[in-house]
Every structure is written in structure tokens, then in C-alpha cells.
């Protein structure tokens, strides 16, 4: 029996090791530029800030039919917001991300995201900030 408590006992202390470092390892960013990374479009983003617009990267919460049909509805109906930018829209169905180029002197981000969600709402989907892109020194590339 002490051998049972002993091996029982050596398990739940592994077990809340693990636990206690898994919040570190699902925070570690890679998610994050996978999304920005799927719908990146440099020469876009190069434009927008150039103009001095600002570039957002949203998650789409909900479920996402992958079909022509939905890509189309989606970017003309985020093209059709005030501010943003035409031709800027970049959907990933797959990694569930969405990028749009807005200009912040004809509208707010917090406009753009509540208007968004108005409109994705009736469709059960709904947007979550994840990344802002409003300089140049954004684009800044790695050093050797």
C-alpha cells in the first residue's frame, strides 16, 4: 500500500509541475504570428503606413464554412466599413484571421471593431484584437 501512495503521490507532483508550466508554453506568441503571419501582405501594409494608416490583425470567433461564398461576403462586408482601406482586406479561413488597413483620422479603431461586430454578429461570428501595426518601425527586419 505505502508503494501505491508513494507512485501516486510522485505522479500528482509531476502532474502539477506540468500544469504549473503549461500557462508559460500556451503563451509563448507562436499562435499569434501564425495568424499575422497567414494573412501578411507586406506590400499592403508597406502602403497603409506609408499613408499613415494603421493595420489591424483580428481572430474570428465562430465557425467558419471554407467556401469562395463566405470569403467574398466577409471582405465585402469589412471593405463597406467607414476608414478602411479598399483592397486591404486579407482573410484566412483556415487560421481563422482577418487583417485590414484604416485611416485613423476619418475613424477610430474602437469604430471599425464595434462596427465589424455588428455586422458579423447575425452570422454567430465575432472579432478579437490581437495585433496593431501603426508605424513604420514596425517593419523594421531582423539584425544579423
Given at each position: 500500500?505505502?508503494?501505491?501512495?508513494?507512485?501516486?503521490?510522485?505522479?500528482?507532483?509531476?502532474?502539477?509541475?506540468?500544469?504549473?508550466?503549461?500557462?508559460?508554453?500556451?503563451?509563448?506568441?507562436?499562435?499569434?504570428?501564425?495568424?499575422?503571419?497567414?494573412?501578411?501582405?507586406?506590400?499592403?501594409?508597406?502602403?497603409?503606413?506609408?499613408?499613415?494608416?494603421?493595420?489591424?490583425?483580428?481572430?474570428?470567433?465562430?465557425t467558419l464554412a471554407p467556401?469562395?461564398?463566405?470569403?467574398?461576403?466577409?471582405?465585402?462586408?469589412?471593405?463597406?466599413?467607414?476608414?478602411?482601406?479598399?483592397?486591404?482586406?486579407?482573410?484566412?479561413?483556415?487560421?481563422?484571421?482577418?487583417?485590414?488597413?484604416?485611416?485613423?483620422?476619418?475613424?477610430?479603431?474602437?469604430?471599425?471593431?464595434?462596427?465589424?461586430?455588428?455586422?458579423?454578429?447575425?452570422?454567430?461570428?465575432?472579432?478579437?484584437?490581437?495585433?496593431?501595426?501603426?508605424?513604420?518601425?514596425?517593419?523594421?527586419?531582423?539584425?544579423?
Amino acid at each position: 500500500m505505502r508503494l501505491i501512495e508513494r507512485v501516486t503521490g510522485a505522479f500528482a507532483a509531476a502532474a502539477a509541475v506540468v500544469a504549473l508550466g503549461a500557462p508559460g508554453a500556451l503563451a509563448c506568441g507562436y499562435c499569434a504570428e501564425d495568424k499575422v503571419a497567414s494573412v501578411y501582405d507586406h506590400a499592403a501594409v508597406k502602403r497603409a503606413l506609408d499613408g499613415r494608416h494603421h493595420v489591424v490583425y483580428f481572430h474570428i470567433d465562430g465557425t467558419l464554412a471554407p467556401a469562395d461564398a463566405v470569403l467574398k461576403t466577409l471582405r465585402s462586408g469589412v471593405e463597406s466599413v467607414a476608414g478602411v482601406d479598399r483592397g486591404s482586406v486579407r482573410i484566412s479561413l483556415e487560421t481563422a484571421s482577418l487583417a485590414l488597413a484604416f485611416d485613423p483620422r476619418r475613424t477610430t479603431l474602437a469604430a471599425v471593431q464595434n462596427t465589424l461586430d455588428a455586422k458579423l454578429a447575425p452570422k454567430k461570428l465575432s472579432l478579437f484584437l490581437f495585433r496593431v501595426m501603426d508605424r513604420p518601425g514596425d517593419l523594421k527586419t531582423a539584425g544579423r
